[in-house]
């Protein structure tokens, strides 16, 4: 008689866990987004540090021409459209510090538009 009773108790709590449980993981699986505008002769934000292994998508919206981004030594680039975001999915394998530069001619400052990538363990 009593197992009727505690039989609830018991079923409600181990549903819940279960339900909230597979909730947490899909949260913690979703890849983490960085977002990087950029406009003559800019990125923001400059400088960004990654985690090995830890997939993230980078977006980047170009606020008044074309813009790129271009990491070489990572095989890394992104490009937009002017007023548009593009979205790139990345897993850096290699920890260092990595310097990107603007891959789509932007005018007379583009030499000089750079931003820092960091990837630690």
């Not at 018991?10 to 549903?15: D, G, K």
């Not at 981004?69 to 979205?87: C, D, I, M, P, R």
């Amino acid at each position: 008689m009593k197992f009727k009773f505690l039989a609830p108790m018991l079923i409600v709590p181990v549903l819940a866990a279960i339900f909230f449980g597979s909730q947490l993981s899909k949260a913690q699986s979703a890849p983490h987004r960085i977002e990087i505008v950029a406009k003559r002769f800019d990125f923001t934000p400059g400088d960004i540090t990654l985690k090995k292994g830890e997939p993230v998508v980078i977006a980047l919206t170009s606020k008044d021409v074309d813009h790129g981004v271009k990491f070489k030594e990572l095989n890394l680039v992104v490009k937009a459209k002017k007023g548009e975001t593009s979205e790139v999915a990345y897993t850096p394998t290699q920890t260092g510090t990595f310097v990107g530069q603007c891959s789509v001619f932007c005018g007379s400052g583009h030499g000089s538009m750079k931003m820092t990538l960091h990837v630690t363990e």
